[in-house]
């Protein structure tokens, strides 16, 4: 049993305070700098209330956006982040899932040096073989396209190490049970182990969801065309064009616009998310 104590108490939620307003205060200034006009920032110093430019600085994202800086309109980039996330998130819980079925439940040659070699993996990120994996989708045609934004991430050693794991605490009973039944791998794969890991695909899903819609770099190499920018890249190529002429207005209600998706997501799923995080009993 824990103790407790006044002061202790003060004292947590004071660093709990700050801990909140140390992230919250970038976001608060986003916010605001998104209801300004681009004059309020010639100054040099962030307005931290409100202004009266909210509705035409997201209309004019959401519109015409910034073509003078090469920047498209933020509807058709908010589309492409969200095909691309949603393609690597549920590619990668496919993959990962089946795989680490097949390491666990089935057993043939080499079983435990597959999986080792897909562990090893987690040694070499994207930006350590990104220029091999380029030179592949380009070979293969796949530049400016979904497939060749979203296939080369799909794989994931890390969701198939904690699928692995969590099969393996699963009791050997259900799987006798399933075959006194007559149930063959592929229905005590869909009817047994895949509503026994609904958390854990929550818990990773909105994990790899946050991690294909911030991707950066991958998009930038294998993208020329506009029909195919990510929201990340629409925000770096304004924000590389406001060093010059500032209009951080746009790109604040830009990064704002950007932020709904995954916060959505979150919020949705909050309860499925901290169950597959924290939960033990299966």
């Keep these: 049993m824990v103790e407790r104590h006044p002061f202790l108490t003060f004292l947590s939620h004071l660093i709990l305070i700050a801990g909140v307003a140390v992230v919250a205060l970038p976001v608060y200034i986003a916010l605001i700098a998104s209801t300004h006009g681009p004059n309020d920032f010639l100054s040099g110093v962030v307005p931290m209330l409100p202004g009266s430019h909210a509705l035409d600085n997201y209309a004019a994202m959401l519109g015409s956006g910034l073509t003078s800086s090469g920047a498209p309109p933020l509807w058709p980039m908010l589309l492409n982040s969200l095909i691309m996330a949603m393609a690597i998130a549920v590619g990668k819980i496919a993959i990962s899932i089946t795989s680490a079925y097949a390491v666990v439940y089935f057993r043939f040659p080499f079983r435990a040096l597959a999986f080792w070699a897909i562990f090893v993996t987690l040694m070499l990120p994207v930006e350590v073989r990104i220029m091999p994996t380029f030179k592949v989708v380009a070979d293969l045609g796949l530049l400016n396209s979904y497939t060749g934004l979203a296939l080369p991430l799909i794989a994931s050693a890390t969701a198939t190490f904690l699928f692995r794991q969590f099969f393996l605490t699963v009791p050997d009973e259900l799987l006798e049970a399933a075959r006194v039944d007559g149930a063959g791998p592929v229905k005590f794969f869909f009817d047994i182990l895949l509503p026994l890991s609904r958390t854990n695909i929550a818990a990773l899903f909105i994990i790899l969801f946050i991690y294909g819609w911030n991707q950066y770099l991958w998009p930038l190499l294998v993208t020329t065309e506009t029909r195919y920018y ?8 304004m924000a590389a064009y406001a060093d010059a002429d500032p209009k951080w207005n746009f790109v604040m209600a830009a990064v704002v616009l950007a932020m709904l998706p995954p916060v959505l ?6 309860r499925l998310f901290i169950k597959g995080l924290i939960e033990t009993e299966k």
């Design 230 to 237: 990510t929201v990340v890249m629409g925000i770096k190529r």
């Design 265 to 270: 997501v979150i919020i949705l799923m909050q």
